[in-house]
């Protein structure tokens, strides 16, 4: 016997071969042995099933020589996400959740629309998941909003699923004295950070079956991780959020607000999870498509724009004095001092001074505005930030019809930065303290909404920007030099 590949299988069948196949049906957990036979191009590779295909050969003159192939694909059960907007349903696999005692919807949720759960652990409240979901024996990965209004009971309940109270059969992850808590019951992960009422977090709960590993991350970063003794192993119980039992009939309550609860049926990557936590939004423009791709969904509108050859498949391009793109909800830039990156590709049609981001607390742009990133009247590109008064820094003259990767950080520890194809060109230094609105903030590309001349500028000219713009990424993190670098060459 001796391993080739499916296409190279289905090229050395012919009459004188006679096959059958060996089949794991991952999906059923069912294994179906010689039970079909397996004819020329029959055979083909599936998420679902890894097979062995064996062929002898028929000729009773020699001796039987055989081929096999193996098919080992990753499948991976549909996710189930509970976004919280105005109810319980689940946006994927339909687990649907029910109310029980009354927690309220308040408007917005992270992504500037929708809502976000409210609880009141004095009154019982919680999310209930009826339809049993297998979580034993595999890996998954449960990720969240949450805000904390009150940590000061022993355990806080944010997600469970309890079968019995013995080891590795009562899922439940909580904040246990103020600190995030993977539990299996008995093979238990506890981070040892304090988490800060009244604040946004993202958390990520992790297990990986493979290799038996917990994991804990906060804001997408690994807070801490360990090797289980066993892999969960719970048979039954309904999924609870805002809630967790460590054994049936004593339950953890959790106060405060839950948002975008995504289970996903594989162990995810540190990669992905700290863009689940910290890309807010991204718009590639490709398929001349206006979708964000990020875990927010953040909601745009636009104006009299087009799609064009951009530095990465298409690209959106402004040529009129009333093109626009607007993106509502970046609820985590009204927060003093959090840290934010912006990047993205332009190319000019000419070199002008022009506007190529907008921020404003309102989409009428009536309210608190300023200019991000544009162009001087010579054509430097400028960066601004709020810190009581409007700072900015200059960067070099950019070339016309020419694709250029620029790049915005901002931390308390840096301060205000800014790249031009992967280079730092200047920087306000450490100590800039970034003064924010407190409210939802809108970002308008390529031209501004509003009245112009109430907008906070220093150089930047308020004309609307001519050319095109690719691969808009807006994080809640500071990028690195490393991180800008691979997005500037790509």
């Known amino acids: 016997m001796f391993n080739i590949s499916v296409s190279s299988t289905n090229d050395f069948l012919s009459d004188d071969y006679r096959c059958q196949t060996a089949a794991y049906f991952k999906d059923k957990q069912i294994c179906s042995l010689f039970t079909e036979i397996c004819q020329k191009d029959s055979i083909?590779?599936?998420?679902?099933?890894?097979?062995?295909?064996?062929?002898?050969?028929?000729?009773?003159?020699?001796?039987?020589?055989?081929?096999?192939?193996?098919?080992?694909?990753?499948?991976?059960?549909?996710?189930?996400?509970?976004?919280?907007?105005?109810?319980?349903?689940?946006?994927?696999?339909?687990?649907?959740?029910?109310?029980?005692g009354s927690p309220i919807y308040r408007s917005p949720g992270l992504n500037g629309y929708g809502s976000a759960l409210w609880f009141d652990a004095a009154n019982n409240q919680f999310v209930n998941v009826p339809t049993y979901r297998n979580l034993s024996y595999r890996s998954f990965t449960v990720q969240m909003w949450f805000y904390s209004t009150d940590t000061s009971s022993y355990t806080c309940g944010l997600f469970g699923q309890c079968h019995a109270a013995n080891a590795d059969e009562s899922l439940h992850y909580v904040l246990r004295n103020g600190s995030p808590r993977l539990s299996f019951y008995s093979d238990d992960l506890q981070s040892s950070t304090i988490i800060q009422i009244n604040?946004?977090?993202?958390?990520?709960?992790?297990?990986?079956?493979?290799?038996?590993?917990?994991?804990?991350?906060?804001?997408?970063?690994?807070?801490?991780?360990?090797?289980?003794?066993?892999?969960?192993?719970g048979m039954s119980g309904s999924i609870v959020i805002g809630k967790t039992e460590q054994k049936p009939g004593t339950p953890w309550y959790?106060?405060?607000?839950?948002?975008?609860?995504?289970?996903?049926?594989?162990?995810?990557?540190?990669?992905?999870?700290?863009?689940?936590?910290?890309?807010?939004?991204?718009?590639?423009?490709?398929?001349?498509?206006?979708?964000?791709?990020?875990?927010l969904r953040l909601k745009g509108t636009y104006a009299n724009v087009t799609f064009s050859i951009g530095k990465i498949n298409h690209a959106i391009n402004f040529q009129s004095n009333s093109s626009f793109y607007e993106i509502d909800g970046f609820f985590l830039l009204g927060y003093t001092?959090?840290?934010?990156?912006?990047?993205?590709?332009?190319?000019?049609?000419?070199?002008?001074?022009?506007?190529?981001?907008?921020?404003?607390?309102?989409?009428?742009?009536?309210?608190?505005?300023?200019?991000?990133?544009?162009?001087?009247?010579?054509?430097?590109?400028?960066?601004?930030?709020?810190?009581?008064?409007?700072?900015?820094?200059?960067?070099?003259?950019?070339?016309?019809?020419?694709?250029?990767?620029i790049a915005y950080t901002?931390?308390?520890n840096n301060g205000l930065r800014l790249y031009v194809n992967g280079t730092l060109?200047?920087?306000?230094?450490?100590?800039?303290?970034?003064?924010?609105?407190?409210?939802?903030?809108?970002?308008?590309?390529?031209?501004?909404?509003?009245?112009?001349?109430?907008?906070?500028?220093?150089?930047?000219?308020?004309?609307?920007y001519s050319g095109s713009l690719d691969e808009l990424r807006i994080y809640s993190r500071e990028l690195a030099t490393d991180d800008i670098y691979v997005l500037s060459h790509p």
């Open 44 to 100: 083909k590779p599936t998420d679902n099933i890894t097979a062995t295909v064996i062929c002898c050969k028929q000729n009773p003159k020699l001796l039987p020589t055989c081929a096999s192939t193996t098919t080992p694909q990753p499948v991976f059960e549909p996710a189930s996400l509970w976004s919280f907007d105005n109810n319980t349903n689940d946006s994927i696999s339909n687990y649907h959740g029910v109310l029980s």
């Open 199 to 233: 604040t946004w977090y993202h958390i990520t709960f992790v297990y990986n079956y493979s290799s038996f590993t917990q994991s804990i991350y906060r804001d997408g970063m690994l807070d801490c991780n360990r090797t289980s003794n066993n892999p969960y192993q």
């Open 254 to 295: 959790f106060s405060g607000a839950i948002d975008e609860v995504l289970l996903s049926m594989k162990a995810k990557t540190a990669s992905e999870i700290l863009d689940d936590a910290t890309l807010v939004t991204y718009h590639s423009f490709d398929s001349q498509s206006y979708y964000d791709a990020s875990s």
């Open 337 to 405: 001092n959090r840290s934010y990156s912006i990047s993205l590709w332009i190319c000019p049609s000419f070199i002008q001074g022009s506007i190529l981001i907008q921020q404003s607390t309102t989409t009428s742009g009536q309210d608190w505005c300023s200019y991000l990133l544009g162009f001087s009247p010579q054509g430097q590109i400028i960066a601004t930030i709020w810190a009581g008064s409007l700072v900015e820094i200059a960067g070099s003259i950019l070339p016309s019809n020419v694709w250029s990767h």
């Open 410 to 412: 901002y931390s308390s």
């Open 425 to 464: 060109m200047n920087t306000t230094g450490s100590g800039l303290q970034y003064m924010c609105s407190g409210k939802l903030n809108t970002l308008v590309l390529a031209n501004a909404v509003g009245n112009r001349s109430s907008c906070y500028s220093q150089s930047i000219v308020s004309d609307p």
